[in-house]
T-cell receptor, first 114, second 114 residues
Framework: DAGVTQSPTHLIKTRGQQVTLRCSPKSGHDTVSWYQQALGQGPQFIFQYYEEEERQRGNFPDRFSGHQFPNYSSELNVNALLLGDSALYLC?????????????FGPGTRLLVL | DQQVKQNSPSLSVQEGRISILNCDYTNSMFDYFLWYKKYPAEGPTFLISISSIKDKNEDGRFTVFLNKSAKHLSLHIVPSQPGDSAVYFCAARGITSGTYKYIFGTGTRLKVLA
């Protein structure tokens, strides 16, 4: 059973460029959440996708956008990159149901903006 | 405003002894709490969780305690092993507009000394 997978593992971009990160959820999961983890910090919630719609959003500007596909995989897009966007981007998948909804994380994509 | 706080950035414990990691939160509406372990270059791995209606949950060497009146939870690892050396994050779940959202602490780096 494949867990959560993310691609690419590492990425280097320059300021002003755009980037797309990809995530495939754990088998059987229908919900994908994206997080940004800066050095020395905990993961910060960006947004969550369920049924191909953005269900909730954290305190991130509109430069951060996403998409969920019918197979539940997801993309995170960041436009007009800033130096401060350098971080580890984590994708987490879960199954929407009441009670215990545990998120399982992928290995992350490390983005460096120069 | 940090709703989930891990005030100890690091902790060192001798192998075989107990490790106690602490987490405080401010939002009394959080209903579910989780602990994740993170090794370098990997995504966080789910460890153990507890519902707000319970005060203790045990899984092998790992036990999580929840004190709702104090808005405090702790993770006990007994006995500690060198392989437990990692960064530990606590996370709390809140619900907004029918959607779950997770807030993470900043992490505690545990080092188990052989």
């Amino acid at each position: 059973d494949a867990g959560v997978t993310q691609s690419p593992t590492h990425l280097i971009k320059t300021r002003g460029q755009q980037v797309t990160l990809r995530c495939s959820p754990k088998s059987g999961h229908d919900t994908v959440s994206w997080y940004q983890q800066a050095l020395g910090q905990g993961p910060q919630f960006i947004f969550q996708y369920y049924e191909e719609e953005e269900r909730q959003r954290g305190n991130f500007p509109d430069r951060f956008s996403g998409h969920q596909f019918p197979n539940y995989s997801s993309e995170l897009n960041v436009n007009a990159l800033l130096l401060g966007d350098s971080a580890l981007y984590l994708c987490a998948s879960s199954l929407q149901r009441q009670g215990k909804e545990t998120q399982y994380f992928g290995p992350g994509t490390r983005l460096l903006v120069l | 405003d940090q709703q989930v706080k891990q005030n100890s950035p690091s902790l060192s414990v001798q192998e075989g002894r107990i490790s106690i990691l602490n987490c405080d939160y401010t939002n009394s509406m959080f209903d579910y709490f989780l602990w994740y372990k993170k090794y370098p270059a990997e995504g966080p791995t789910f460890l153990i969780s507890i519902s707000s209606i319970k005060d203790k949950n045990e899984d092998g060497r790992f036990t999580v305690f929840l004190n709702k009146s104090a808005k405090h939870l702790s993770l006990h690892i007994v006995p500690s092993q060198p392989g437990d050396s990692a960064v530990y994050f606590c996370a709390a779940r809140g619900i907004t507009s029918g959607t779950y959202k997770y807030i993470f602490g900043t992490g505690t780096r545990l080092k188990v000394l052989a």
